[in-house]
C-alpha cells in the first residue's frame, strides 16, 4: 500500500482510502477532489482501491473497491462511483442516505433544490445572489448525527469529469445543517 487519505462525516463514520500502486495516482487525484488530507488507517475500517487481479490480505473491517484503469473519464467517474457506494452503504445503515439535489447555504444552514436531471438545479446554483453560496450543484450526502440532526456533505458533480475540465474541488468531508429540501421543476414554456 502506499499514500492513504481520511475520510469523516458528519455523524462520526470514517474511513481511510488507501491503493495499490497500480492505481494510486487515481486515488490521489480523487482525494484531490473531494479535499481529503492524507492520513494513516491506525484503527479506522480502510476502503482499499485495487485493479481486480491484485493479491494482499484484508482485516474484516476493510472493504475492497476494484476499479480498472481509467483511459477515460467516463471509467474514472465509474471508479468513484463505486467508492462511493461503500460509503452510500453506511450512511444508509445509520439513518442517512444520498440524495441528488444542488446545495446552497445561507448562515450555515444547507437547502437542498432536488429535480430530476436537467431540470435546473446548476442554473439555480449559478444565478444565486450573495449571501447565499452554492456549495454543490448535483449530488448530497445526508447524515443524521447522534443527536438526530441531519447534516449535508457536498459530493462531486460528475459533469466536471468530461471533456477535460479540471475538476472543481468539494470538501466532502464539510457538513452543514439540513435546513430545507426543495423540489423544483422547469416551467412549462
Known sequence: MTKE???RLANGLSWHLSATSEVQHWLEKIALVLGLEPGKSGQLPRIIIAQPDSIFSLNPRDTLVTIKQAPSEELSIANLSRVLKVIYKKT??????PLHAAMIVKNKKAYL????????KTTCCNRIPSPWNAICDDKTLIVKTSDKEYRVH??????NF???KLPKKWNIQKSYQLEAVYFIEQAVK
Open 162 to 164: 468530461y471533456k477535460n
Open 5 to 7: 487519505f481520511s475520510l
Open 92 to 97: 444508509v445503515e445509520t439513518g442517512g442516505f
Open 154 to 159: 457536498p459530493l462531486p458533480t460528475q459533469s
Open 113 to 120: 433544490l432536488s429535480a430530476r436531471r436537467g431540470t435546473g
